[in-house]
């Protein structure tokens, strides 16, 4: 455990100093390498050999000055999680040893990695994977016991140039969004932005519990989710943790956190406790995409690593206790210009007025067109017991906007004017066709899936373990889709103000239905969604299969993002995620009933029903310990019977073949199977004493740190 002292080591020289950042590259690169840089960053051009070779002496001249012995391409393969495979800088010559990077070695790497999900879309004997630098987010050091390494993010290619990682989607829906969106704002007269691209702030959930405890839970261990664990008398409804005081404990893991994210670059800016006991939330300041969606790998990792060092186990599960809230990430989205404009800002003229109104009606459209895509994007096996559980928020997509906003759009639509409201300061638009846009449109609503939040919108699904890459991708390849549709009209028509006012009518009017203002967790929703026709996926393994609809495809083709080959593997993967990780629970499950709850409860009850016969040796008959020993054994007995039928359905999921089909014996008959196990098991809790029972329970996990 280290404790920086900002007196002697000042945050600001601190910050960055492991990172490869635009601002040491401006420094130790020659003017003209540097310049190419920036190009490549933009996607003007490509890196040449030549000045790869001059970035790469200049990044391990500054790797080495800071101790680094070993270099590697860090990158995200399809699991979610980020490999590396380390080289050191050796190069021996006659005995002695030149530490040498070169610029190959920074461009491509081949890793091989042949284990790595592929969805079929290589087989190991014909071909290596490939790593690739992806200029766009900076190289990084890690440091940790181990000792120093030179990271570099990297894209993860097949020999045939398919992408096997979550990183070359998201470049390319980068570029994609980009592009429409470009085409948009020309047409709307704009000849000075020469770029757009996505700015993305994500926060972060997690739960910190002791190691001691930690470790005595298999199934926090094995799947990082208690399989068991009945609710203390105490849960989170006092709401005393949210928000409260950070204790010291975790103020000092706190501020080793920040640190270490600080020295990579990572602009960690806010902490609090969550609305959950022992959970917690942080976040970054929003940054480009790429950056965003590698620092969040990054503060993941972090998190662990270093609640490790102060005796703690950070729990990113989406789900890790039944019954107390989840974790998830807030994936805050905006488009940016690269002069500077937020194109999700109303501004205060009536010129951004009309395009803030046309950008947010093509989120309204894509959101709802692409509603089973975007749910998609959060639906993992972990994410289930979040979204659609029985418990809030349910899937159901939808927008919310505030009250002032959608009476605009809404009266775009009905053709009328909108009227001001008193007391409210608003910004005169001179266009009179146009209305009128208060200052501050944006409310708060904290159940809303995808909240529009003032200059950004909120996607609030995306599960807590989760690779931001792909709920990233998916949205920006809806957006684009739609936006290139505007944008066909609006090349058209001479009129712009009357043809922004035409498609946002339109486009508005035929989408608003996705719109909701009120409480996303009332049981009301549910069914006023359903009028509306709103769909409301309450599974995985159903939400995952727009990804292998024509539709889905030809949308991913049509902007270059995924091929149908590409497509069709990461669906096969996906499915066979979902399928391993229950089985993997349900392993847990078993093992756990029999070899520790179901011996803990035997010997509980044969230790009452012997003392119930000690009593009746005294003459005392019909005692509680009689009667508490014969339930305890009924439960067991339970217990012991659902953990067999438990087996039977777990056998017959392992023997399914094809990957949808498998995934479905999961869902629907694995997950019930468990379930009732794990209802006999906190039963038992409930009634075997404290001291017997054979691991530490919620009461521990959750309020003692
Ligand atoms: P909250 O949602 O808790 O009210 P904030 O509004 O401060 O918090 O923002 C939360 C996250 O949104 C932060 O990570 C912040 O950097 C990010 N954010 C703010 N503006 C943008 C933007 N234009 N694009 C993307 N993310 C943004
Ligand atoms: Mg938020």
Redesign the pocket.
Known sequence: MSIVDFTKTPVAALYGSNCFSNAVMRERLPRNIYKEILAVQAGEKELTLEEAEVVAAAMRDWALAKGASHYTHWFHPLTGLTAEKHDSFIAPTDGRVLMEFSGKELIKGEPDASSFPSGGLRTTFEARGYTAWDVTSPAFLKQDQTGTTLCIPTVFISYYGQALDKKVPLLKSIDALGKQAMRVLRALGNETSKRVYT?????QEYFLVDKTFYEQRPDLILTGRTVFGSMPAKGQEMEDHYFGAIQERVAGFMRELNTELWKVGVSA??QHNEVAPNQFEI????TNTTVAVDGNQLVMETIKNVARRHGMEALLHEKPFAGINGSGK?N???L?TDDGI?L?DPGRNPETNARFLLFAAAVVEAVDRYALLIRCSAATAANEHRLGANEAPPAIISIFFGGPLTEILDNIVEGKSSAKSEGEEVIKMEVPSLPILSKDVSD?NRTSPFAF????F?FRMVGSSQSIATPNTYLNVAVAQVLSEFADKLEQGDHKLKAIQEIIKESYGKHRRVVFNGNGYAEEWVREAERRGLPNVRNTVDALSVLSRSETIALFEAHHVLSKDEMESRYHIYLEKYAKQINIEAGVTIDMARRYLFPAATSYAGDLAQDAAALASIGATNVPQAKGAKRIAELAAELYEETAKLEAVLTEAQEVEDPFSKAKVYSEKVRPAMDAVRSRGDALEKLVAKKAWPFPGYEELLFKL
Do not use: C, I, L, Y
């Open positions: 700015t993305v702030g994500p926060e800016k806010t976040a970054p300041v929003f807030h805050n989205w905006s940016a937020n999700f708060r939040t003032g200059n950004k909120e």
